[in-house]
């Protein structure tokens, strides 16, 4: 099904899968994919499936506008592939596809490079080291994946071509790598990093 990659300077942010006639994109909370930041209007832009594959991207009024292919657009029918631009953010737009997005080779096509993953690509999974779920093993098989609790830690840990890497999303917490607080760049993860999220230990592991 059709999907959307938000990035912010290349971190992936969210990702949504179009499943719905319509889904709305602002700053306010009632829109169905939500950007907390002044460039966004309240209600920026929807995103209009017709069929199975078809999308068409409409802006609504927006301040800032809506931009594809470096063009601002009151409606344009997107093409895969293609980038739609608000202010900092970058949108990505894949078409239908045989592959689920819970898939390794779906997952790659969000590399900057747009190149298809490599064979033999390693595959990443955390590990719960410490608490009630200890032992737990939890595969990163998504372009991007989400771990923590709301409100308090939360990381996106991002497959790119070059690797895996996490940055701190939302919470008051910062989490920390290795015993080092998380900055507000993105970190490349290592086999065997431990990551700690307001006191859930992960071990990072790679394997082929």
Same mark, same amino acid.
């Given at each position: 099904m059709p999907q959307l990659i938000a990035s912010v300077e290349g971190v992936e942010i969210k990702h949504v899968y179009l499943t719905r006639d319509r889904t709305t994109l602002g700053r306010k909370p009632d829109n169905d994919i939500v950007l907390d930041n002044l460039v966004v209007s309240g209600h920026h832009c929807v995103f209009e499936l017709h069929?199975? &594959?078809?999308?068409?991207?409409?802006?609504?009024?927006?301040?800032?506008?809506? @931009?594809? %292919?470096?063009?601002? =657009?009151?409606?344009?029918?997107? +093409?895969?592939?293609? =980038?739609?631009?608000?202010? %900092? @953010?970058?949108?990505? @737009?894949?078409? &239908?596809?045989?592959e689920s997005g819970f898939h390794e080779t779906a997952a790659m096509k969000l590399d900057p490079?747009?190149?298809?993953? +490599? $064979?033999?690509?390693?595959? !990443?999974?955390? +590990?719960?080291?410490?608490?009630?779920?200890?032992?737990?093993?939890?595969?990163?098989?998504? !372009?991007? $994946?989400?771990?923590?609790?709301?409100?308090? &830690? =939360?990381?996106?840990?991002?497959?790119?071509?070059?690797?895996?890497?996490?940055?701190?999303?939302?919470?008051?917490?910062?989490? $920390?790598? %290795?015993?080092d607080p998380l900055g507000d760049d993105p970190l490349m993860l290592s086999n065997h990093d431990v990551l700690d999220l307001a006191g859930t230990k992960m071990l990072f592991m790679l394997r082929e």
């Open positions: 069929g199975l &594959a078809d999308v068409f991207l409409e802006d609504l009024g927006s301040t800032n506008g809506t @931009f594809v %292919n470096n063009k601002r =657009v009151k409606r344009h029918q997107l +093409q895969d592939g293609e =980038v739609v631009a608000i202010g %900092n @953010f970058r949108i990505q @737009f894949l078409s &239908a596809s045989a490079s747009g190149q298809p993953a +490599q $064979t033999g690509a390693l595959h !990443a999974s955390f +590990q719960v080291l410490n608490g009630s779920s200890t032992g737990l093993e939890v595969p990163v098989v998504k !372009a991007v $994946t989400t771990f923590g609790k709301p409100g308090v &830690a =939360v990381v996106a840990v991002s497959h790119r071509r070059t690797g895996y890497f996490v940055a701190h999303l939302d919470g008051a917490t910062r989490p $920390t790598l %290795n015993g």
